[in-house]
């Protein structure tokens, strides 16, 4: 029988996995990123953004997202599904989208060499 803690924490749990809550850190104290944003940002600069653009929103704003993204790359983490990706103009904005499509996509698509 589920006990009502045990229910609690699959509810927050299952909760946290669906809104992609999760977040990681190198170190306890330091600011959180979310995965999903630092691979689009993977994404991005693979695709043709430039990684200084990232360093240097890494070192002015103390964007941990960013800082996150540039390390990866510098250490070699690949996308394993690029090729369904492009980076292209859309309103005025630059948006990474599924090729042929208009609709930015998430993070979450991006497959790593690392997974």
């Given at each position: 029988?589920?006990?009502?803690?045990?229910?609690?924490?699959?509810?927050?749990?299952?909760?946290?996995?669906?809104?992609?809550?999760?977040?990681?850190?190198?170190?306890?104290?330091?600011?959180i990123?979310?995965?999903?944003?630092?691979?689009?940002l993977?994404?991005?600069?693979?695709?043709?953004?430039?990684?200084?653009?990232?360093?240097?929103?890494?070192?002015?704003?103390?964007?941990?997202?960013?800082?996150?993204?540039?390390?990866?790359?510098?250490?070699?983490?690949?996308?394993?599904?690029?090729?369904?990706?492009?980076?292209?103009?859309?309103?005025?904005?630059?948006l990474?989208?599924?090729?042929?499509?208009?609709?930015?996509?998430?993070?979450?698509?991006?497959?790593?060499?690392?997974?």
């Amino acid at each position: 029988m589920m006990t009502i803690e045990r229910w609690l924490l699959a509810t927050v749990l299952a909760t946290a996995r669906h809104q992609d809550l999760a977040a990681q850190s190198a170190d306890w104290q330091s600011v959180i990123w979310r995965e999903p944003q630092v691979r689009y940002l993977l994404a991005d600069m693979t695709l043709g953004g430039s990684i200084e653009f990232y360093r240097a929103a890494a070192e002015r704003d103390h964007e941990m997202g960013c800082l996150e993204a540039v390390r990866r790359t510098e250490e070699g983490y690949r996308i394993t599904n690029l090729d369904q990706f492009e980076r292209k103009q859309i309103e005025g904005k630059t948006l990474i989208t599924r090729k042929g499509r208009r609709e930015r996509i998430s993070g979450l698509e991006i497959k790593l060499s690392s997974d």
